[in-house]
């Protein structure tokens, strides 16, 4: 996950940018904002080329295009830090989708995101985000993870940043359904269920049902499963890393 924004109201063009990357189509997204010149827009286009790669497992060399673009065109230190963040994601992706182990080069581009970054910088939350994903995923670090994602979640109610809470309430529910808590897990993945379709982000909320499925019996599990997997089928495929998790977990023998 990359950029975290909605739809900027009153400008047709982010209402279309954010259409087209909600339905898994950061390709077009991406293209609408080519002709737009200036850091902000080569920051938004690359933040949605990384979302691309962790979504597809496609689309690396144009991301690191776009994040060298964006890198010689920031003008300040939010601008380097929000393209650090990006590195750092695009980093991460290719470490968790086992494409080639960047560990290192993530955790080091979120360091010099954090330093960039003023503490109330709009941008913090999503690296609190990010670094708990690292924490989580790459370095396996619940408690770390958890403060991390706890941090972004209060940022991301600060700034009314919807789509980051759908992320931090998923990723505090997982954490919490792998400590056994049912009904804390089942709150935040319903949580992040209701804000990504009340968002209208469809290539989030397949996984979102999918994750739901993990803390409901049956057969709400199963109807959550099936629904997800036809979600899932209409996107194309997309995210190509749910298809594991669309089966009923194995029987114990």
Same mark, same amino acid.
């Not at 979504?55 to 776009?66: C, L, N, P, R």
């Not at 989030?204 to 899932?232: I, K, N, W």
């Given at each position: 996950?990359?950029?975290?924004?909605?739809?900027?109201?009153? #400008?047709?063009?982010?209402?279309?940018?954010?259409?087209?990357?909600?339905?898994?189509?950061?390709?077009?997204? +991406?293209?609408? /904002?080519? $002709?737009?010149?200036?850091?902000?827009?080569?920051?938004?286009?690359?933040?949605?080329?990384?979302?691309?790669?962790?979504?597809?497992?496609?689309?690396?060399?144009?991301?690191? #295009?776009?994040?060298?673009?964006?890198? *010689?065109?920031?003008? #300040?230190?939010?601008?380097?830090? *929000?393209?650090?963040?990006?590195?750092?994601?695009? +980093?991460?992706?290719?470490?968790?989708?086992?494409?080639?182990?960047?560990?290192?080069?993530?955790?080091?581009? /979120?360091?010099?995101?954090?330093?960039?970054?003023?503490?109330?910088?709009?941008?913090?939350?999503?690296?609190?985000?990010?670094?708990?994903?690292?924490?989580?995923?790459?370095?396996?670090?619940?408690?770390?993870?958890? *403060?991390?994602?706890?941090?972004?979640? *209060?940022?991301?109610?600060?700034?009314?940043? !919807?789509? /980051?809470?759908?992320?931090?309430?998923?990723?505090?529910?997982? /954490?919490?359904?792998?400590?056994?808590?049912? +009904?804390?897990?089942?709150?935040?993945?319903?949580?992040?269920?209701?804000?990504?379709?009340?968002?209208?982000?469809?290539?989030?909320?397949?996984?979102?049902?999918?994750?739901?499925?993990?803390?409901?019996?049956?057969?709400?599990?199963?109807?959550?499963?099936?629904?997800?997997?036809?979600?899932?089928?209409?996107?194309?495929?997309? !995210? $190509?890393?749910?298809?594991?998790?669309?089966?009923?977990?194995?029987?114990?023998?």
């Amino acid at each position: 996950m990359s950029g975290t924004g909605t739809t900027a109201e009153h #400008d047709p063009l982010q209402t279309a940018v954010w259409r087209l990357r909600s339905r898994g189509c950061w390709t077009d997204a +991406a293209g609408l /904002l080519a $002709s737009r010149a200036g850091a902000a827009a080569a920051l938004q286009r690359t933040a949605l080329l990384v979302e691309r790669c962790l979504f597809t497992g496609d689309g690396w060399g144009e991301a690191e #295009d776009g994040l060298r673009t964006a890198e *010689a065109l920031a003008e #300040d230190d939010d601008d380097r830090g *929000a393209a650090a963040c990006e590195r750092g994601q695009l +980093a991460y992706a290719s470490t968790v989708l086992n494409v080639r182990d960047r560990a290192d080069e993530a955790r080091t581009a /979120l360091g010099r995101a954090a330093a960039l970054l003023a503490p109330n910088a709009p941008g913090r939350p999503l690296l609190d985000f990010r670094r708990g994903l690292i924490a989580e995923h790459i370095a396996d670090s619940p408690q770390s993870a958890k *403060a991390a994602y706890r941090r972004a979640h *209060a940022g991301a109610t600060a700034h009314s940043d !919807p789509l /980051l809470l759908s992320f931090t309430w998923r990723h505090l529910a997982g /954490l919490a359904l792998r400590d056994g808590e049912l +009904a804390e897990a089942r709150h935040g993945f319903a949580e992040s269920l209701r804000i990504r379709e009340e968002l209208g982000y469809l290539v989030g909320t397949a996984p979102a049902l999918a994750a739901l499925a993990e803390a409901e019996p049956e057969p709400e599990a199963t109807r959550l499963r099936a629904e997800a997997g036809r979600l899932f089928r209409l996107l194309g495929g997309v !995210p $190509s890393w749910l298809a594991q998790h669309l089966q009923p977990p194995a029987a114990a023998v």
